[in-house]
């Protein structure tokens, strides 16, 4: 079945550091990845997608994630955090042919980000 | 308005209540899908509607969970004789065309359902 996993439940870092989050999925067919991003009290917002193409692609708000079809993987990254990045991210998959008859997204558990100023 | 509302924003409940969570999806938008996001987990699909059309509903957990769009916009979900269980963030989600395309979607604040 298809599954996404994140690693990180929580990860605490001060501003200005570096970010690295995981993601790995388990589906050896074509997909589409996306990160999307919740906010405290807020909805699930997009930050970036990959449906083809450049493996590296970049998001709102300096983030970045990198496709390694190799790995399974769609780490997230941003190089120079902000307090104002203090959320939860959530990695998500859309398989091709959908394993169910809408295409819908496969969520990540979300990590937890603390940005401390 | 501009995006996914979803009402009521917080709902709690009687064991064995029935309840009824709405979702206005954004004007125009053919696809709405339902998710369920229990604490501490990501969200997971429910069902899918394209237009009034229940494509897929794989993801309801029993029979007493059931969705309609009887016109095409705004959605229902409706839980009957609730369970502790149930107990989680409902997410409605929309975009713009059917299934085969790969248009984001859009997500609602969802509402939280507690049951007591």
């Known amino acids: 079945a298809q599954s996404v996993s994140q690693h990180n439940h929580h990860v605490i870092l001060s501003e200005a550091a570096s970010l690295e989050l995981g993601c790995n999925y388990s589906?050896?067919?074509?997909?589409?990845l996306f990160w999307y991003v919740q906010y405290p009290g807020q909805h699930l917002q997009l930050l970036l997608k990959?449906?083809?193409?450049?493996?590296l692609v970049k998001g709102i708000k300096g983030f970045e994630a990198e496709f390694i079809k190799s790995k399974f993987s769609f780490n997230l990254r941003k190089p120079s955090v902000q307090w104002s990045d203090t959320a939860e991210y959530f990695c998500?998959?859309?398989?091709?042919?959908?394993?169910?008859?809408?295409?819908?997204?496969?969520f990540g558990t979300g990590t937890r980000l603390t940005v401390i100023p | 308005g501009a995006g996914v509302s979803q009402s009521p924003r917080y709902k709690v409940a009687k064991r064995g209540q029935d309840v009824a969570l709405r979702c206005d999806p954004i004007?125009?938008?053919?696809?709405l899908f339902w998710y369920q996001q229990a604490l501490g987990q990501g969200p997971e699909f429910l069902t899918y509607?394209?237009?009034?059309?229940?494509?897929?509903k794989s993801g309801l957990p029993s029979d007493r969970f059931f969705a309609e769009r009887p016109e095409g916009s705004v959605s229902t979900l409706k839980i009957q004789r609730t369970q502790q269980e149930d107990s989680a963030v409902y997410l409605c989600?929309?975009?713009?065309?059917?299934?085969?395309?790969?248009?984001?979607?859009?997500f609602g604040d969802g509402t939280r359902l507690s049951i007591l």
């Open positions: 004007s125009g938008h053919v696809s």
């Open positions: 509607f394209q237009n009034e059309a229940q494509l897929d």
């Open positions: 998500a998959v859309i398989v091709y042919p959908h394993q169910t008859g809408a295409n819908n997204l496969f």
């Open positions: 989600a929309s975009s713009l065309v059917g299934r085969a395309s790969n248009q984001p979607q859009h």
């Open positions: 589906y050896g067919g074509t997909v589409n």
């Open positions: 990959y449906f083809s193409g450049d493996p």
